[in-house]
């Protein structure tokens, strides 16, 4: 296919979008090469989903170590060393990148460490020593996003930070106030709380974690207040201000306006498209690449204005999950090889690592209605699971939508142990077109988790 280009592909970005199409590129016979500007794994693997869950494993590990006694086992002078914490983080994600590294050599991908900017339809100029240009047959977009910070007066003090500076803290805090109740919010308070921080979330809209099923962000919010984390919700942040050594943040919500104090304040209210310099200014000027907010703009077959071109993941906006990325980029490679694209992407699973941990995939029941589609849902309790009381769980259910005119299963959303896991099955029987029936005949294993859903398809 290269014909009078270098490559079949070039891929800029090596996060789980960019290196995954660019395996698969490699898989299928195209020549590949990948261009990453910094090391390999990108947001999830350096600064999001391997280390936050590193961490979280250190944090519940450490409350888990203090609550001990109720279970009958005393553990006396339980501490935490937050270096030694920071250091297994790095060892979990140094293996991870060792693992793409050689993934990239055993699949002939030619690695390049520099930062590309797309000079033409077919042109990749790198700024290493040598200043080389790669060509390709395609070029596949694959930058990611990064933190966006909103206009909040005071939001540029020192001690306001994002998620990757707040990843690299080597002290224990005191106090931690997070502006977004999203997900990204909702995971850092868990870490903090677990580590003794007293925590404070400040957010927008009317419910945590809005953009899901309203139930699981309700829910959240009373296992957060019932666990100490101070929850706030439809409040309006107006300003940061330092004061005596900490930051106070002022915010006004329906019984007035409120001050509160903490060491550090996280802000996490949403992530923009990484695209500043990723085109020289006479391509960017030659077709329309960006929408107004400044992603990416790709159609249904992820291809930008210049047909050769094209892009996945967070930098094209839609869903910002690693999970997502990577079949965005499977099926982009499909397109590419004048293929069908086989990954649905209606299927989408969004996992958030809360205790107990929440999982959505498909529609929920007012989205369902949105589209006009009459729906049944099935709902079970996770205080009736044996599993549940055993691992002394906070509250959860497991909800599942089904079309009213045949059952079959079109989305679910659960909050309980091993939510995340348990959302794989479903997404597994969204896409081959399952019904309750299959579920509720379906033997599964006691005592877990995951009988709750042949249990709530039967209720
Ligand atoms: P998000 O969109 O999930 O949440 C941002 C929240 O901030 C929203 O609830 C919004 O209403 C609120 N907000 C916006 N402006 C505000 C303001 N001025 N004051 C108070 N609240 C405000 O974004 P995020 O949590 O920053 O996460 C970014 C992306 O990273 C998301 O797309 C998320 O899916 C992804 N991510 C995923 C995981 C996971 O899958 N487990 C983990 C972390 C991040």
New binding site residues.
Partial sequence: MAEGYQFDLIVLGAGPGGYEAAFEAAEKGMKTALVEKDQVGG?CLNR??IP?KALMRSAETYRAARESAELGVEADDVRFDPVRMMERKEEVTRTLRDGILGMAKKKKVALYTAKGCITGAHEVLLDDEEGQTLTGANILVATG?R??I?P?PGADLPGVMT?DELLDLREPLESLLI?????????FAVIHHDLGAEVTV????DR????LDKELGRGLAMNFKKQGIDVHTA???EAIEARGGKLACR?TEKSGTIETEAEKIL?????KPVTEGVFSEEVLASAPLLTERGFLAVDENYRTAIPSIYGIG?VTGG????HAATAEGRNAVAVMLGEEPKIRMETVP????TSPEIAQVGMTQDEAKTAGIEVITKKYPMSANGKTLIEGLDRGTVKLVARKEDNVLIGASLMCGRA?DIVGELSLAISSGLTLEDFADTIHPHPTFVEALSECARG
Avoid: N
């Fill in positions: 947001t999001g989903c936050t996003s933190p966006a909103p909040i998620s502006i977004g109740g999203g997900v990204i919010g909702a995971e400040v957010e927008a809209l945590l974690l809005p953009t409040a309006r942040v915010y802000i996490c209210t949403g992530r967070d869903i910002m999950l690693a969004g996992c958030i690592f995340s």
